[in-house]
């Protein structure tokens, strides 16, 4: 597959239909022509602010058109964004933007109070941008930016998105998104999800999320038409796929249960829906079958991605959400994409036979290129001939499809974000009274899994559910704040002394499927 810089896309649709509408973005709407021009100015902004091929852009906001001019700008000048989740706390976002070594931090109008009261731990960032609001600084940075601009050398491997996920070490790591992976994940995702150019592309997930930057870049890709939307609110978010005309959304299920509770849901335009996808965490049956009732002409297409991959690499198709014949794997997360290869081994790493539960790996042109200044971290992820561990456990049926059955790290999926045991783990242990803890998930209706706190105290020592509730909150995001809090006199061990958490799980989960 010969690869092609991510810009190419671009100027491939503004020289083919300069005025046809290319994004939008609330009451903005930009021109194929206009859209280039604007992510020119910014890679031109970019160089005449002292970014140099191989820094990194700290792009700090809810979803706004500019992180995605920034991050294509960066695709020009040989930079990368480092876009960062906004609901995390200061001291994580503090962590991020010293991470990536960032020499600007771009930054919504929220979110520059917060900034500016990190700016003194900050070593390497030489500027912050404010974009949007009353106090907007951003479009006269891409005024300022020189006219003389020369895109970099093209190199295939060059990041230009480093999107963030949390480690079982407790820290956050940049996955290094380059040319070569999202341009194989444009391919995949535009033949997966029939993108076509006169497709109106819904972009709701965080572009912090791969989920939300891959997904608008495989629309840009084929030249659909981006909706980008700063925020879900289900009531807004409808209205604007009825007056758009969307024909593409991908929303986590959580969403999905949102827009059911609206009471107009079912008596709007939905005409021009074709592909609505999900994934992040499972659907609830009784939530799908409601799906299927309200967009009865609707495809929809669960799916199975992670930042590593560049986005989606397996998914269920619309043939198979309505397949009475094979009601079992509306569970399943699908089958591999064309181009990506999957197999599950066991802990040596040797193929298992069909049906038997192991370690999924793939193999694909999508993987990242690494962790950003972490190559113990990358050594572990990419093993093998070109593999990409996975760290999620299943069975793969005969029909090649996929069955996630438990998760190799533990990793908590709340809501469609990730939460690492292990970083909430962290902060609970640094309270006085705490003596030990295990963080798991536990089911919930809304949101999938809550976060739940299993604490052994110090002899001797007190305190409240309420009060170590409030203790995380201080230091970590809203979604892994724990919810819940339970005290036991001693969590369960194996020989080695390592917590047994499915041991610890069961009660929670008796009677539930525990998926991911």
Not at 189 to 206: E, I, K, L, R
Not at 449 to 458: F, W, Y
Request: aromatic share 8%.
């Amino acid at each position: 597959m010969t690869i092609a810089p991510i810009t190419s896309h671009l100027d491939r649709w503004a020289d083919a239909k300069p005025d046809a509408r290319a994004v939008s973005y609330g009451d903005i709407d930009y021109s194929w022509s206009r859209f280039r021009a604007r992510v020119h100015a910014n890679a031109a902004a970019q160089c005449a602010t002292g970014i140099e091929p191989g820094d990194r852009i700290a792009f700090l906001d809810k979803n706004n058109l500019t992180c995605l001019e920034t991050t294509l700008g960066a695709a020009l000048t040989g930079a990368a964004n480092a876009v960062i989740n906004f609901r995390l706390s200061a001291a994580e976002i503090g962590y991020i933007i010293n991470d990536a070594q960032a020499k600007i931090v771009i930054v919504g109008p929220e979110f520059a109070e917060l900034v500016d009261g990190l700016r003194a731990s900050l070593p390497t960032v030489q500027r912050v941008i404010v974009t949007g609001g009353d106090d907007d600084e951003y479009e006269a940075w891409l005024a300022a930016g020189s006219e003389a601009f020369e895109p970099v050398a093209f190199d295939p491997d060059t990041c230009f998105l480093q999107l963030y996920t949390s480690g079982t070490t407790g820290h956050p790591k940049g996955a290094m998104l380059t040319h070569r992976s999202l341009d194989a994940h444009n391919a995949a995702a535009v033949a997966g999800f029939n993108f076509t150019a006169d497709s109106v592309n819904m972009v709701a997930m965080p572009l912090f999320h791969v989920g939300g930057s891959s997904w608008s870049l495989a629309g840009i890709s084929v030249g659909a038409q981006t909706v980008v939307v700063r925020e879900v609110v289900p009531t807004a978010v409808l209205d604007e796929i009825e007056a758009r005309g969307v024909t593409h959304a991908f929303f986590v299920p959580a969403v999905y249960g949102f827009f059911l509770a609206e009471p107009r849901v079912a008596d709007r335009d939905y005409s021009r829906v074709r592909c609505l996808g999900y994934g992040g965490s499972p659907m609830p049956l009784p939530t799908m079958r409601a799906c299927l009732q309200t967009w009865p002409r609707a495809d929809f297409y669960q799916v199975y991605g992670m930042t590593e991959m560049s986005g989606v690499f397996s998914v269920l198709g619309p043939d198979d959400h309505r397949d009475a014949a094979h009601p079992e794997r509306l569970v399943s997360a699908g089958r591999p994409l064309p181009g990506t290869t999957v197999k599950v081994v066991d802990s040596d790493g040797n193929t298992l036979p069909v049906g038997e539960v192991g370690e999924f790996w793939t193999q694909s042109q999508q993987h990242m290129l690494g962790y950003w200044g972490r190559p113990e971290a990358t050594a572990e992820a990419l093993v093998g001939d070109d593999w990409l561990r996975t760290g999620d456990a299943g069975r793969m049926d005969d029909g090649g499809y996929l069955f996630i059955s438990d998760r190799v790290k533990d990793m908590i999926i709340s809501g469609g974000e990730n939460v690492y045991p292990a970083e909430v783990e962290r902060v609970v242990i640094e309270h006085a009274a705490v003596a030990d803890v295990a963080v798991i998930g536990v089911p919930d209706d809304k949101w999938g899994e809550t976060v739940k706190a299993v604490v052994v105290l110090v002899d001797g020592a007190s305190v409240t559910e309420a009060e170590l509730i409030v203790h995380c909150r201080a230091q970590l995001a809203g979604y892994k704040t724990p919810k819940s809090v339970d005290f036991l006199s001693e969590l369960p061990r194996n020989p080695t002394g390592k917590v047994l958490k499915r041991e610890i799980r069961k009660k929670y989960w008796e009677g539930r499927t525990l998926h991911t």
